[in-house]
Structures are given as structure tokens and as C-alpha cells.
């Protein structure tokens, strides 16, 4: 089982830009899952998907919210998936967390496990 350590995570001007990490225990290489995807999640609101990348790096996933402000990418000599976010806006202003796949919408976070403790990314106006 996989543990992943979110980080980066802080507060900024809208415009602003932030790199988030999340850290795998293990190789994301070798790993048996599909997909890490990164959520985040408001207060009072549903948790949602922001982007998300197959295991071999091949691939990527990006919510209609944020695509052409966000970035997912994969460093497997690192163990780490990183989500470069530019142009930030205060409706990005949520608790962020990464978690793995095995298989399914790579966006829908039914299906998702080994989910990190989150970090907190606050856009002001």
C-alpha cells in the first residue's frame, strides 16, 4: 500500500501561482494503480477533480475549472506528482489532496484510496 504526502500548499493574490507535491511511500513506476489524481475539496462543497495522471505519465486528466491554469506531471526518480497551478482565482481556494487508482474515470473520486492529509491552498481577491 502506498502512503502520499501532500505539500506546497499556501496563500496567494489571485494571479498568484502555486506548485503542489504529493510524495508516494513507493515507485509510482512500479505501482499496480492507474491513476494519481488530485482533488480538492471547500467547505460546505463535495469534494472534486482537478486533474489527474496514469502511473506511466502518458496520460492526463484536467477538470473543465481549471484546464490551461493547471499542470499535473510525474517524477518517477522522486516518487512525485506535482500540480503547477498559475493564474489562480479565489474559487480555487480549497483543501487539496492527492490519492491512487486502479481503474475508472480518472476524475470521479469513487474508487480512489491511500488518500494524503491534504494541503491547504487559499487565493485572496
Known amino acids: 500500500q502506498v502512503q502520499l504526502v501532500e505539500s506546497g500548499g499556501g496563500s496567494v493574490q489571485a494571479g498568484g501561482s502555486l506548485r503542489l507535491s504529493c510524495a508516494a511511500s513507493?515507485?509510482?513506476?512500479?505501482?499496480?494503480?492507474?491513476?494519481i489524481g488530485w482533488f480538492r475539496q471547500a467547505p460546505g462543497k463535495e469534494r472534486e477533480g482537478v486533474a489527474a495522471?496514469?502511473?506511466?505519465?502518458?496520460?492526463?486528466y484536467y477538470a473543465d475549472s481549471v484546464k490551461g491554469r493547471v499542470t499535473i506531471s510525474l517524477d518517477n526518480a522522486k516518487n512525485t506528482v506535482y500540480l503547477q497551478m498559475n493564474n489562480l482565482k479565489p474559487e480555487d481556494t480549497a483543501m487539496y489532496y492527492c490519492a491512487t487508482k486502479s481503474s475508472g474515470r480518472a476524475l470521479l473520486s469513487l474508487g480512489y484510496s491511500n488518500w494524503g492529509q491534504g494541503t491547504q491552498v487559499t487565493v485572496s481577491s
Open positions: 495522471i496514469s502511473t506511466g505519465g502518458t496520460i492526463t
Open positions: 513507493t515507485s509510482i513506476y512500479t505501482y499496480s494503480g492507474a491513476f
